[in-house]
């Protein structure tokens, strides 16, 4: 990793393939992956259960155990402990905290998305080898971090791993993961399938920042910033730095999904923002028209990235989150709700746009951007 | 890593800590993770549900959810890929199809200890960079072994994560694990907490080799050997070398359980002979004796690691399972009923011995050694 101008590239834009995720390479294993794991569900009818087909290329995976639906995931942090490292490194102080609760929101954001309360979440903390634990403080750090996710979230940490992999793991390194398991009950909470349609409202909830997509991007472009990761991204306005504004927690939505639930809001449909930014809005199978009407206000983080990346809106909001971190569909009647119940829980939200009968594509109009079916190839 | 003689150490004892896990440096973040999580099963009264205290320092997690328990974890396969990738190396043949199963294994055959169905699993396979995935045999190779072993399980694979982690993950490596989540089904099945008690029978199943613990040891093991990996285990019997031997899949214990519990056998207590080899039969906490009788045949290979690491039989039996993958303490009268059913299944058994009043120790008879209550420290 380097913070030095003197190695960075020609200033054009810079656009996520660039930053070296290759995903015409990992394609052909993850469709094999998903073919081999499709042919398996049947195997749940020898128990008595089965399994929710179209929760087959969702976030989570759902399963009819009778009384209520099981849902499942497991899921990475991905290279966000990188930057904590290098920010470690640069000012002393430790990010574990607040990229243990990334690692947590990665789980849970996902696994709400088909409707489920999450109840237990386990850690997966490979470290490049015993020395990483002997930072009593980062480690101190990771476990209250990881708590007070799960304190928020109100999930049960049932326990998990702990490996040190010298040489699989990079030296100094360590590689952050969660699985949550979840229950949708009662069963008409699940939220995959066909009860998403035309006249749908779409309330998007307000993200911190990067939350923990784009970080290859993101730390690419410190190569291109005279004083990296302590580049203020406001000057004058306020010190806060790029590196630690990248370091902002992802905001934890299940108090959110939760909180709807107990105020009679059921959505039709949930998409977390993740990888593939706005493109995310078209996951659902289904034929549709998404119409954007108003765009929440970009954190500051992202709009000095699109800035030094010199991208335009397209590339933007086809990569990063662009303030939106979630985005629930519910019947328009119970948009405003839906609205002041994310507020009561903290977060912001709006009433964005809607759902209607046309080609399946995504409309932003404020800034005149199409997306089209081909835009998102997920399944 | 390193096959060539001139390296090797002088030739005294080798035991596991040696072979360069340093517990001590892992053990106090372990002990304050496992505090926080402690306090979190609290959150489950808020939906309605209650945690299983029992489970806590269990093998698997358990949440009391109503008309069954809910079962999770997840787990790491460690180091058998370092293994794994040197065979290739050295002989051109895949072995990721066998690793696959044993990183199913490592998730399946603990989550069963508490008397649990596994019914989803989630695959986690963190490589060190897109190019990992470019050799598609050892690509599929992975993602038929993995679908191979969900299919000898009767789970289904619900999904998972293949993130490309340069930086975090070595380059060329993989960091393989599995979540899973289960039913306890009908309820009785549950077997932590108080049903284990003297009088009963402990039923030792047959490993097929090293299993997917104890491969620290086996690799520093190599520098001792003049042919390393390609050094036969039993020459003038058999071509079959090490490095082979090693790769020889960890068995899936669930078809055993399942099978049991159809015979109408419900274990009281059950323990994964992995890490720690068979202290782990003293791993609940109650106060009892375990009086062994009969050992079963040790896998040649884990013959030749405790002769070339000069171990005597209390260290080779306090490190590695030596012929017993897994431990079922079932009433006396359900011994032989036990052992039947396992063969059946495929997997030989012996009727190893049984609990006593006493106080809290492990009696190897036919080996004279005794483990004591400070044996096995893992809660």
Chains 1, 2 share one sequence.
């Not at 073919?35 to 290329?57: C, K, M, N, P, W």
């Amino acid at each position: 990793m380097t913070t030095t101008p003197s190695q960075a590239p020609e200033h054009g834009t810079l656009s996520y393939e660039q930053s070296g995720v290759n995903y015409d390479l990992i394609d052909p294993l993850k469709v094999a992956a998903q073919r081999a794991a499709a042919a398996t569900g049947i195997h749940l009818a020898a128990h008595g259960f089965s399994e929710v087909t179209a929760s087959r290329g969702e976030s989570a995976y759902v399963v009819d155990v009778g009384p209520f639906y099981l849902a499942s995931i497991v899921e990475c942090l991905g290279s966000k402990a990188l930057v904590a490292d290098e920010m470690h490194r640069l000012t002393g102080k430790s990010y574990y905290d607040a990229i243990a609760q990334d690692t947590i929101a990665m789980a849970i954001n996902d696994l709400i998305t088909v409707g489920a309360t999450p109840l237990v979440v386990q850690a997966y903390w490979a470290a490049g080898g015993s020395d990483w634990f002997a930072d009593a403080q980062r480690a101190q750090a990771l476990v209250a971090g990881w708590k007070h996710a799960c304190d928020r979230c109100g999930v049960a940490w049932g326990g998990g791993e702990t490996p040190a992999l010298a040489g699989i793991v990079e030296s100094g390194r360590i590689d952050l993961a969660a699985s949550c398991t979840g229950l949708i009950n009662p069963k008409e909470r699940l939220s995959v399938g066909d009860r998403l349609a035309p006249g749908d409202a779409i309330v998007l909830l307000a993200s911190s920042g990067i939350h923990a997509n784009g970080l290859s991007l993101a730390r690419k472009l410190v190569e291109r910033l005279p004083q990296g990761y302590l580049t203020p991204i406001e000057p004058g306005v306020s010190e806060l730095t790029y590196g630690d504004a990248l370091l902002a927690p992802t905001v934890l939505y299940s108090p959110v999904t939760e909180a709807l639930y107990r105020a009679g809001v059921t959505p039709h449909y949930c998409a977390n923002i993740t990888g593939h930014g706005w493109r995310k809005l078209l996951r659902h199978p289904a034929l549709h028209t998404y119409r954007i009407h108003t765009v929440p206000d970009v954190p500051p983080v992202l709009s000095f990235m699109q800035r030094h990346a010199r991208q335009d809106d397209r590339e933007a909001y086809s990569t990063l989150n662009m303030g939106a971190g979630f985005a629930l569909f519910v019947p328009a009647d119970q948009a405003e709700r839906t609205v002041a119940t994310a507020l009561e829980q903290g977060v912001r939200a709006w009433v964005a746009g809607h759902v209607e009968t046309g080609p399946k594509r995504l409309l932003i109009e404020p800034l005149g951007i199409e997306f089209g079916d081909d835009a998102l190839q997920l399944r």
